[in-house]
């Protein structure tokens, strides 16, 4: 009898030796890997590798608050028995700020946590191209220049470095179908700085393309369209050939004015013997209304 408690104590040991000898698994693995940039999609995975069937996951925690409590839709929590997964939808700096994040299990592991993540670190990337007009703050907009005009690309990183005295080089590439990007074409400088602005001096049909920056495996990109300088005119010409054909009816409306203003003339006379016949027709109608109103 007592034997049987001593086995079954053992056991009892060995079950939580093995508990808490890493039944989970942490995914991102290397903590060199928890970083993210603005605005992206981040996914915390705790994975269990136990014999029986579930890993028992509770709740995930920002430090130490419940990300449940937290605004609705910024992070998403979804668990089955092998795992359980935060995603961050829309990484923020205040996300940056966070010093652990974590998963309780039922099970009996060291503070019941399944798997602790450190702080995720916020990367430098492209957020927004500006140009000498425009400011888009979204990926794949497109602007348009005429053939001779000039353009500038300036790419916008965030979070501007703070730390370092050099900021990063960003890398502008070019792609005419927007898939395979590759060098940019002739003609056009990047400031010899730190390469975060391209100038194009003078916009010239081969220009015409997808212009993207890069840091970090993070890209921001921006369609040039390039009009031809006759394509241009078309807007003005079209105006211009709108008036003129203003003018042209207008100059036919008053010749024929003046030729129906003498055939009216010459046919007066008819129109004074048809008047009586109208007048008489009026003055029938105004006697109905007079007996209509004995009437009543
Ligand atoms: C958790 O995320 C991984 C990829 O990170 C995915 O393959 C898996 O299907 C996700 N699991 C759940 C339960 O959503
Ligand atoms: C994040 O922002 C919210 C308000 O927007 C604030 O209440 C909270 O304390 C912030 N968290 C951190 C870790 O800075």
Redesign the pocket.
């Known amino acids: 009898m007592a034997n049987t408690f001593k086995f079954l104590g053992l056991l009892l040991v060995l079950n939580t030796l093995i508990y808490s000898n890493g039944q989970f698994v942490h995914v991102p693995r290397n903590p060199a890997d928890l970083q993210a940039a603005l605005k992206q999609q981040f996914t915390l995975s705790c994975q269990y590798v136990g014999r029986d069937t579930s890993g028992e996951f509770l709740e995930w925690y920002?430090?130490t608050m419940p990300v449940k409590d937290e605004?609705p839709g910024h992070y998403v929590v979804k668990t089955s028995d092998k795992e359980s997964n935060l995603t961050i939808k829309i990484f923020?700096k205040?996300?940056s700020?966070?010093r652990s994040w974590s998963v309780k299990t039922k099970k009996p592991t060291s503070g019941g946590i399944a798997c602790r993540f450190n702080q995720i670190r916020l990367i430098q990337s492209p957020q927004r191209i500006t140009t000498d007009k425009e400011v888009l703050d979204a990926s794949d907009s497109s602007v348009r220049r005429i053939e001779g005009e000039s353009v500038n690309f300036a790419c916008n990183v965030e979070p501007e470095d703070q730390t370092s005295y050099r900021p990063k080089r960003v890398r502008w590439e070019f792609s005419t179908d927007n898939h395979n990007f590759g060098p940019l074409p002739t003609g056009i400088e990047e400031t010899a700085d730190n390469r975060f602005i391209l100038k194009i001096k003078e916009v010239k049909k081969i220009h015409r393309g997808y212009y993207r920056c890069g840091l970090n495996n993070r890209y921001f990109t921006v369609l040039l369209r390039v009009k031809d300088r006759l394509a241009a005119l078309w807007p003005f010409l079209g105006i211009v050939g709108v008036v003129l054909i203003l003018v042209f009816i207008i100059l036919v409306f008053e010749k024929r004015q003046k030729t129906t203003r003498k055939a009216a003339a010459t046919t007066n006379d008819e129109d004074n013997t048809r008047d009586p016949l109208v007048r008489t027709t009026n003055k029938s109608s105004d006697n109905d209304n007079k007996k209509h109103v004995v009437k009543a």
């Open positions: 920002r430090d605004k923020v205040n996300d700020l966070v």
